[in-house]
Structures are given as C-alpha cells and as structure tokens.
C-alpha cells in the first residue's frame, strides 16, 4: 500500500523581486511497511518536500494523495487536522517542554485533540514503557539523556496512533551508540504493514535501516535505491 505518492511537485518563493524553484517537478512513492530515507547536501530541498508533504507548506504545483486522500485539495483547516490524526513528527532537536514530564510531554498530541489528561499521560507511559523508558515517565527533560529524550519524542509521535512517521535528523544530535538505539525503535516501527516511516537524515551510519533511500540533489530525485547499492556521495 501506497502511503504518500508524490506527483511532479514545484515549489518556488519569491525572494525579493525574483522567483526561485526549490523543488523541481519532484516525484516519489513513500510505501507503508517500509523505512524511507530522503538524503542529499544541505539546502537540496529535503526539508521543504517533507513540509510539504505533510501539509504544513503549500506547493506551487504537483499533487500529493497521502493515505488515499489529495493533500493538495484540501484546505489549511483540513490539513491540520488531517495532520493532527494521521501523521506523528519527530525533530532533531526533541522540542520537549521543560516543565511537563516525560508522560505528560509525550501525551501532547492526545491532550490537543481534547482527550481527557488520564486517559492520554497513561497512553502516553504505556508508549514510553515500550520503548525502554519504564520508570522514566514522571522525569522531566532535564533530569533525561539526550537519548531518553528522543525516546520521549518517539512516543510522542507514535501516542495518537498516526501512520506516517516523519522524522527530521533523529539521530544527528546522538553518538552512535545511542543513534543506533533509537533507529532499533524507528525500524521497528516500519515493520508495521499499516505505517510509513520517512527519515531527512545527513547520517550515514544509520543507512543501513532503510528499506529504500531516495537520494536528492539540487531540488530533484535523483535515485531510489536500496541500501545495499547506494553510494554515498557527501
């Protein structure tokens, strides 16, 4: 099953008085079972597409369908709740709120849809207690590792049960230690036939988790390979 097909996507900002593509006529299939990478230099148009993606930007032209609906039809107001139900993000930078607990951050989505705060901060430890942080769950960002605190950000992308997982450098703030861990977590997430996991990643220690690596340059897919026959070119 298709998760997300991108179809000929452009998008262009208006710098000054000029008009400049940053994504040119771009096409991808993101299949769900599956743990995609999107690699390339910086400023090769990565983040815009994932933005796009998963309607937080508008594209100039292209249509995206994601999980069986056009994206690209729908209204901001739709997006977001779209977005709210149906797709879970984790950052580079955790962007955890320092005053709430493990459970009470990662019970975030659930608590915004208006879920009662019992029901979502037990959701919520029952996800954290899964992915190895059992007894970390009344613990506040501080009082965590680096690592502990993406794990916080895992569970709180997996809480409102989403099936698309975008994630955006996981691993770049990590050693490789702990990177490795939480790519244990990610890929085995993947291996639910009813969920997509896309990676943005400059790593290439972790290459070796993706079933499929679609690689971009200047704006444009330029491959999609398997890991196996993917060549890193940074």
């Known amino acids: ?3 997300a097909k991108i179809d000929t996507i452009t998008k262009d ?3 000054g008085d000029t008009m400049i593509r940053v994504l040119h006529d771009v096409c991808a299939e993101i299949k769900m079972g599956e743990l995609t990478m999107l690699v390339g230099p910086s400023g090769c148009g990565k983040t815009t597409l994932i933005s796009i993606i998963s309607g937080i930007l508008s594209e ?3 249509s995206i369908h994601l999980l069986g609906q056009k994206l690209t039809s729908m209204k901001d107001k739709q997006k977001v709740l779209f977005r709210r139900e149906h797709i879970g993000f984790i950052f580079q930078q955790y962007n955890l709120l320092p005053a709430l ?3 009470e951050n990662a019970a975030m989505p659930l608590l915004a849809a208006g879920v009662s705060e019992k029901i979502a901060t037990d959701k919520a430890r029952e996800i954290l207690e899964k992915i190895g942080m059992a007894g970390q769950s009344e613990k506040l960002p501080r009082q965590l590792s680096g690592g502990q605190q993406q794990r916080v950000a895992i569970a709180r992308a997996l809480v409102h049960n989403p099936q698309l997982i975008i994630c955006d450098e996981p691993t770049a703030a990590l050693d490789a230690k702990t990177g490795k ?3 244990e977590i990610l890929r085995n997430i993947a291996n639910d ?5 896309l990676i943005v990643t400059h790593d290439n220690r972790i290459y070796h988790f993706a079933d499929r690596i679609l690689d971009m340059s200047d704006g444009r897919i330029t491959g ?4 196996e ?3 890193h070119k940074e």
Not at 224 to 227: A, E, L, R, V
């Open 1 to 3: 099953m298709i998760a």
């Open 13 to 15: 900002f208006e710098v």
């Open 60 to 62: 100039t032209s292209g």
């Open 101 to 103: 607990t493990a459970a």
């Open 181 to 183: 861990a939480v790519m």
């Open 193 to 197: 036939s009813n969920r997509a996991v």
């Open 224 to 227: 999609d390979y398997t890991p």
């Open 229 to 231: 026959n993917f060549t």
